[in-house]
């Protein structure tokens, strides 16, 4: 875990648009607090540069991100509540991160998203992907309860089918997920980076006020409920964790041994 996040997390620029991308293709993109915390980073410097007018979020290899990294969560003392709140809480900071650049952002669904990969894609404004990704919240496969997924997905997919995925931790192809609205665009799987750029810049010549205040009022929206589901997570994954339940499920998924 003493990757250096400046490594794997990058950061181009095409023109007016900033490109950032979760680069740690072996473990499919599985992110550390220490990706998330460059993660914040970037997005918030992309926020008040003047010269980067759209955000493309992907990921290297054959993944956009696949939750995350069960090795570290799975070292957290369940007995240590302020661990697991900061843990949760730095998922807000980086949920926040993103909603609140005033500036467009899409993801480039390249592969697998899935757990808070999964709900981090969700909080771009537009999503461009292939036949072959595979979305969803499998978070309870591994003993985990899903609390802030249910947030993610409620406003997408309604009741039934969020109730579905939350569930069942059923993954969902580029297809389906098209159908659903999980992807807003759906291309070739050798295209899927180049349509996102391009979309990107498209937007990056419209008039940014505009754009600011429609993004606000998005955020808006929903905000109340973001602060609503932090709070839940926190007293939801105190009392999971207190069970060992989730501790078993990652050995067990750490162990090679899948449901």
């Known amino acids: 875990m003493n990757e250096d996040p400046a490594k794997t997390v990058l950061l181009d620029r095409d023109g007016p648009v900033a490109l950032i991308t979760l680069n740690r293709p072996a473990k499919l993109n599985a992110w550390t607090a220490a990706m998330r915390d460059r993660l914040i980073e ?14 493309v979020l992907t990921g290297a290899g054959r993944a956009f991100c696949a939750g995350q990294d069960l090795q570290e969560t799975a070292a957290i003392d369940p007995d240590d ?9 730095g998922f807000d900071r980086l949920y926040r991160a993103v909603r609140d650049i005033d500036k467009p952002t899409i993801a480039a669904v390249n592969g697998v998203a899935a757990g808070s990969g999964f709900q981090f894609a969700l909080l771009a404004d537009l999503r461009v992907g292939h036949r072959e990704v595979r979305m969803g919240q499998p978070e309870v496969l591994s003993g985990i309860p899903s609390i802030t997924g249910i947030w993610a997905m409620w406003d997408v997919l309604g009741r039934a089918r969020t109730t579905e995925l939350a569930l069942t931790g059923r993954l969902v192809d580029g297809e389906e997920a098209a159908r659903l609205d999980l992807l807003t665009r759906l291309v070739a799987a050798d295209q899927v980076l180049a349509s996102a750029v391009e979309q990107a810049r498209e937007l990056a010549e419209l ?3 505009a754009l600011a205040l429609t993004k606000g009022r998005l955020r808006e929206l929903d905000d109340d409920a973001l602060t609503a589901s932090v709070r839940a997570a926190k007293k939801v994954h105190a009392a999971a964790y207190a069970t060992g339940e ?12 899948r449901r």
């Not at 970037?42 to 955000?55: E, H, I």
């Open 207 to 209: 008039p940014p006020g």
């Open 81 to 89: 509540h302020a661990a697991s709140d900061a843990w949760i809480d």
């Open 246 to 257: 989730p501790q078993r499920e990652m050995a067990r998924f750490l162990a090679g041994r």
């Open 42 to 55: 970037l997005l918030g410097a992309a926020a008040v540069d003047p010269d980067v007018r759209a955000v």
